[in-house]
């Protein structure tokens, strides 16, 4: 670590993005959006990858209020041509791309033996190869092309992928192709390491975002479980709660992490509350 000595860098400092360009999968709307935005905040240049005709119609204010470059390609993850177009593009218009966050995903909430085999096939599509695909062409391009530069990729995980059944959701399929995600992280990290790459998971708990809100449109008790079942009860925002540790992931701050997962739960990854525990989920 060449700045093991440096006692005058402030801490903040080492959180800056500048200079730099990130790529967003899923950056459209909800989480994604939210990281590329806090991406920008701290100056980092962005790319979004979605299959959204359109983000969100905050992301054309981003370039001018942070200054830094937004661009926006409509790209399928599960399409390697569509994917690899976007990529080459992308790398062509953006300086010095060498960091990546995995955000595109979908999910399934029904019991396991009613999952189509259609609908099952998708969802791991998205969610598991829709996520090795991207971080390869980026390890190809900063290997091959942008030598020495190092980088840093973030996958979106889950609290799923920590196996703990929350009362009133079914997503057994789900919780393993995000499991799928957080075991490439290790493996994954151990190839890059020799090329600076860094590779890292965070996995959110429930989260308010376009996905939970058709969670609870389906089923208005979606969001009330999560009043009491994490340890800290609540759902996350993109913004406060997970964007700081993806800002964390892809910055100098964290320039010696590699391969771990950050989980931003409320403790729910861990179990659920006493409270719920002792009343029973007939309370809810
Ligand atoms: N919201 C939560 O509670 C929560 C919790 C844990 C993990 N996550 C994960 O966070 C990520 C973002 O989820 P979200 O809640 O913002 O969902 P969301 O549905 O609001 O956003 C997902 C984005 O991914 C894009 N997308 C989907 N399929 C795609 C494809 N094939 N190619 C390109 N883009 C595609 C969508 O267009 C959308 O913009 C997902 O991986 C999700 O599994 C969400």
Known sequence: MADARDFETKVSERFG????????????????????RAIAQQGGNVAVLDLLDQPEAEFHDLAKKYNVKAVYKRADVTDQ???????????????????????????IDKPVWEHGWAESKKLSDVNILGTLWPVRLLADHIVHHNKGAGGSIVMIASVAAHGVKVPFQNIAMY????????????????????????????????TVTPMTDMLRARDPKYYEVFKTVPFIYGMATPEADIAPAVVY????????????????????????????????????
């Open 81 to 107: 041509e569509s994917l690899e177009t976007a990529f080459k593009e992308v790398v062509a218009e953006l300086p010095n791309v060498n960091g990546l966050v995995t955000a595109a995903g979908i999910v």
């Open 17 to 36: 993005l500048s200079g730099r360009s990130f790529i967003i999968t899923g950056g459209g709307r909800g989480m994604g959006f939210g990281l590329t």
């Open 249 to 284: 992931l892809l910055s100098d701050a964290s320039k010696w992490v590699t391969g771990v997962d950050i989980p931003i739960t409320g403790g729910s990854h861990a179990g659920i509350s006493t409270e719920l525990l002792q009343k029973g989920t007939d309370s809810l």
């Open 175 to 206: 919780a393993m192709s995000k499991a799928a995600v957080k075991g490439l992280a290790g493996p994954m990290a151990g190839e890059l390491g020799p090329y600076n790459i860094r590779i890292n998971t965070v996995s959110p708990g429930p």
